[in-house]
DNA sequence: AATGTTCTGTTCGCTAGGAGACATAAAGGC
DNA sequence: GCCTTTATGTCTCCTAGCGAACAGAACATT
């Protein structure tokens, strides 16, 4: 069993849906591996390039996968909940990849060796066909990203990411200041503080000081981009569970 | 042997890298399921959403995949050429994606049916390592592409564009109208007349009426944003062939 | 309560690029 | 050659978002 299984017991491997979605046989033999690790706010689950010593499943914690350029203007590619798992790179055979990996959202994940993933990822092909399956979804969401930097505006994005980022967690409300926020978009904090207090003024959302409660979520998802709705239906499509986006 | 090949002796399937790596065994095995296919200017290889009979290999030709929205406006995610291959969506198990997948440049690809394909996938390994690593390549394309999108001026992204795209064909020279471009840049066509005027009065490309030529290839390189040294480097860490950008 | 720190809100000037309207200019059909 | 089509160059106006500076407000620390 992983080590800290005993200090959580509210924490079960299943809380991944990809986890869950294994048939019995494959998830007992993983699960003496798999290992709950806390994942506190801004720590870098890898560096660009760096070498991948773990994949993560988070169960109620967020990373962001983003780029950051020499010149440190930074841009978030893609987001990870329970839905999915961080460290593709290693099943794909790169090993490496030139993003970061942050967690945008303290909270516990099962983190499994890369060694055994690859073992795994060979040898059970419901494994392999989850992950797989589970890539497309994440490259359907860079995709829209990368669509969305061009086309829509920050308050659009906002609004999509908020929307995307509440998926994969278990509430309506988020802690992350407007700062943090405008870091993942790659624009200004201003356009942030902005954007954010026209959704607030037409009462959809409410900040205060790095917290956010959507109170309208209907009305949100009417005024967000079709991006959003690109990313979740190509997510339910492709993925087990059916709650992710 | 593909019914085409007759009339197109000079074409042979090593021409595309990733046949090229395959070992002698598994490349002979999918031979005799090989078809070369003329990929005309425009064409639609898949449309969003929509069933892959084939996946194609292309040897001298450039495939866009491209997002187009409810609006109209389009954006350009990945460029595929002879170092990869179109049609991922099928051995990563989700069958269709949302983009559109446009002859950016005509030339002639392998095709091989999905069954064929889905079959030689599962069973070879040298195959599926080989199609993993490409898929992680494009990953990285699309990923560079979004950063891109947010950060950098059109003149830097129709550099980038420029290079990526010459990197695909075997000649400095391709044919595109500003149009064309501006389509897949996701920016007005006034945009890239702008930057490629000021490209030209650089002395670093020729634009006329469609035709391009790259004058001073390593000024170029010193102009473009770093996203497409980005790619670039992956691709060469990734890809087999050590050509393709 | 005093003080420093961290968030958020707001301002002003500036620029890249969008929208649209045209003006050339080269190629092609006949 | 003439005329149409297609490609490119160039205007004008306008807006979103950047850069920078700063003010206030909430919170933390002592």
């Known amino acids: ?69 020499k010149d440190g203007a930074s841009a978030e590619i893609a987001v990870v909940g329970h839905e999915g798992l961080v460290g593709i790179a290693l099943f794909m055979g790169g090993e490496s990849t030139p993003s970061r990996a942050v967690v945008q959202s303290a909270g516990y994940a099962y983190r499994l060796s890369s060694k055994i993933l690859k073992r795994e990822f060979e040898q059970s092909h419901p494994l392999q066909h989850l992950l797989l399956r589970y890539t497309q979804a994440l490259i359907t969401q860079m995709a829209q990203t990368a669509v969305c930097n061009r086309h829509h505006s920050v308050e659009q994005q906002l609004a999509r990411w908020l929307l995307l980022s509440l998926d994969r967690l278990f509430s309506n409300e988020l802690n992350m200041t407007q700062e943090l926020i405008a870091n993942m978009l790659g ?9 954010a207090g026209k959704l607030q003024t037409a009462g959809l959302i409410h900040y205060s000081r790095g917290h956010i409660k959507v109170l309208d979520r209907p009305k949100l998802e009417e005024r967000v981009c079709e991006c959003y709705a690109v990313v979740k239906r190509e997510s339910d499509r492709l993925l087990p569970g059916r709650i992710a986006a």
Chains 1, 2 share one sequence.
């Open 1 to 69: 069993m992983g080590k800290n299984l005993a200090a959580s017991p509210s924490f079960i491997p299943t809380q991944n849906h990809l986890l869950a979605a294994l048939p019995a046989a494959d998830y007992q033999r993983l699960l003496p591996d798999l290992e709950l690790v806390p994942l506190p706010l801004g720590m870098a689950v890898y560096e660009s390039g760096g070498r991948l010593d773990y994949v993560y499943f988070p169960t109620d914690c967020i990373v962001s996968l983003l780029y950051v350029m």
């Open 187 to 195: 624009v200004r904090r201003e356009g942030v503080t902005e954007a």
